[in-house]
């Protein structure tokens, strides 16, 4: 049995779908040099939100978009409810930043 209840649907898969590809469309033309794009995924749920999104924009440009995950467990301000020694992993970038002063 699930604890979990589901109140209401938010979006189809199809309206998230077109949602990722307006949303990979907007990014494309803010950014100005796409050698300079990537995605960082914040641990959990943003690390598959950063890959669809790199997945459509290598789809429309025929190139790849490094993913990195970054874990903000020591960021947390409940940190002292839920351990007494609280541990996180370092960042997993398989790319390295280009540094740019202004985008």
Do not use: N
Request: aromatic share 6%.
């Amino acid at each position: 049995m699930s604890l979990t209840r589901e109140k209401a649907q938010l979006m189809s898969a199809s309206e998230i779908d077109r949602t990722l590809v307006r949303l990979a469309h907007e990014i494309l033309e803010k950014t100005k040099d796409l050698d300079l794009l990537a995605f960082i995924g914040i641990k959990r749920r943003g690390i598959p939100m950063a890959q669809r999104l790199a997945q459509k924009i290598e789809a429309l440009e025929k190139r790849q978009v490094p993913v990195g995950i970054l874990d903000i467990k020591l960021y947390r301000d409940d940190l002292s409810t839920l351990t007494s020694s609280p541990w996180s992993a370092p960042p997993r970038f398989r790319f390295r930043c280009k540094a740019r002063t202004s985008f």
